[in-house]
């Protein structure tokens, strides 16, 4: 299925590609396949005008391959605003990365200093959602 199919079967959705390499992308798409990721986050800097979609409770959005064809549909069932550093254990093992808040930390920490810097106050777009679609079973 292409992306212009997807979204004619999904009006008002988004599209979003997770992570920042084919490599992380495949990995957190396997994640999501198989239940252990239900959560994700972005620098609150990185959406809005010229930039991310914010995500909006209730709205399903269409995860994508690293080549921009269609992987997933997620709906979105919670948003927060939340600084780095006050982000809890209970996202952090939703998100499906780690075994431990500290490691989700060093892995955050990592992937912000590569994509626009990292500051422990800075402000994430936290994000819960659950998995409605699978266009690799189709």
Same mark, same amino acid.
């Given at each position: 299925m292409t992306l212009d199919e997807a979204l004619a079967q999904y009006p008002g959705a988004e599209s979003f590609t997770f992570g =920042?390499?084919?490599?992380?992308? &495949? &990995?957190l798409l396997a994640l999501v396949r198989a239940g252990q990721k239900t959560a994700t986050c972005g620098a609150l800097r990185d959406f809005g005008p010229g930039g991310?979609?914010?995500p909006v409770v209730g709205r399903q =959005?269409?995860?994508l391959e690293w080549d921009?064809?269609? *992987?997933l549909i997620i709906e979105t069932i919670d948003v927060s605003i939340t600084r $780095?550093? &006050?982000v809890t254990a209970d996202f952090a093992l939703a998100e499906g990365e780690n075994d431990s808040l500290d490691g989700w930390r060093s892995d955050h920490q990592t992937? $912000?200093?590569r994509n626009g810097g990292f500051d *422990?106050?800075?402000e994430l777009v936290c994000e819960r959602f659950r998995l409605i679609r699978d266009f690799a079973d189709d």
């Open positions: =920042d390499s084919k490599a992380l992308c &495949d &990995d991310d979609a914010m =959005d269409i995860a921009g064809a269609p *992987a $780095f550093c &006050d992937y $912000f200093e *422990a106050q800075m």
